[in-house]
């Protein structure tokens, strides 16, 4: 299934499954359950969800609904850094032993087709491409063999990087926390239609110009290994992102550096999931 958070008819949030250009809203039908998409990971209600989809009509077209973010109210998004080769050696960095992590937060992300917002603090806004994985399964200590029971689906990410303010100092959280400057979406696609270790293509596009090509086989940390990191210092719960870590490529490391700008249209795409897509304005002040 495609599952999407968004606002209704009556502005207020809701979400669904996508089934082709239409969309039946989950709200009116598993409301008293599970009122969200967080709510419908945390209560094992996604049979429920696939038992409404062949069931009840779709009411709503896709292409009129303003969207979400997947999970617009996530406990914890943690995201992994210089976890491709071609981007620890672009910054000059080293690999590591054990994943690079910092932590975004849920005010720092749009949804697909909203504005990622440029503030005026800086002009070195910087794209990152990347896979994300949402936990439906949560634990402490979650051995990596057991890691794929423990993702409930997968969606695309845009790590949208204010690059000055995160090389002021080398803790990187201001600078990956602007206010929408990251994206996610545009829907989350369960993990039943993705096998476990299959092969995603990531690839990121500015005005139509690749820009970053990677796949999960090129990551220095798999996901179950990061999985297994993350949990042992931190139980993971249900509705929780993982966002993967982003490949070489990054505007911020080209010749002459290449940041967005007011006006830019950035996509980043996995095979099996879909494309994010996102224009770039200047935030006003």
């Not at 439906?136 to 990410?157: F, L």
């Not at 096998?195 to 005005?207: A, F, W």
């Amino acid at each position: 299934m495609k599952l999407i958070s968004f606002l209704n008819a009556q502005q207020q949030p809701s979400y669904g499954v996508v089934l082709g250009e239409d969309v039946l809203d989950l709200g009116p039908i598993l409301g008293a359950q599970a009122p969200d998409l967080k709510a419908l990971i945390v209560g094992k209600r996604l049979d429920a969800a696939a038992q409404a989809a062949r069931t009840h009509k779709p009411t709503l077209k896709y292409a009129d609904l303003t969207l979400l973010p997947v999970i617009p109210n996530p406990g914890k998004i943690i995201c992994v850094g210089l976890n491709y080769a071609e981007h620890v050696r672009e910054t000059g960095r080293e690999v590591t032993e054990k994943p690079a992590l910092f932590v975004r937060f849920p005010e720092s992300q749009v949804a697909h087709g909203q504005d990622m917002l440029r503030p005026p603090e800086s002009v070195r806004f910087d794209y990152e491409g990347e896979i994300a994985i949402v936990i439906g399964e949560g634990g402490r200590r979650i051995k990596e063999a057991d890691a794929w029971k423990h993702v409930v689906g997968y969606s695309c990410y845009n790590d949208g990087s204010i690059r000055d303010w995160q090389r002021e100092v080398s803790q990187w959280t201001a600078g990956k926390n602007f206010a929408r400057t990251g994206a996610f979406g545009p829907w989350m696609v369960t993990a039943d239609e993705i096998k476990p270790d299959q092969k995603l293509t990531l690839i990121t596009r500015l005005n139509g110009q690749e820009l970053q090509r990677a796949t999960t086989e090129m990551m220095i940390h798999s996901i179950p290994r990061q999985i297994a990191h993350i949990s042992t210092f931190v139980p993971l719960a249900a509705g929780d992102v993982i966002v993967t870590g982003t490949p070489g490529g990054v505007g911020d490391k080209r010749t002459p550096p290449l940041y967005m700008k007011h006006g830019d249209v950035v996509e980043i795409e996995v095979d099996a999931v879909g494309i994010l897509r996102n224009t770039v304005r200047d935030e006003k002040v």
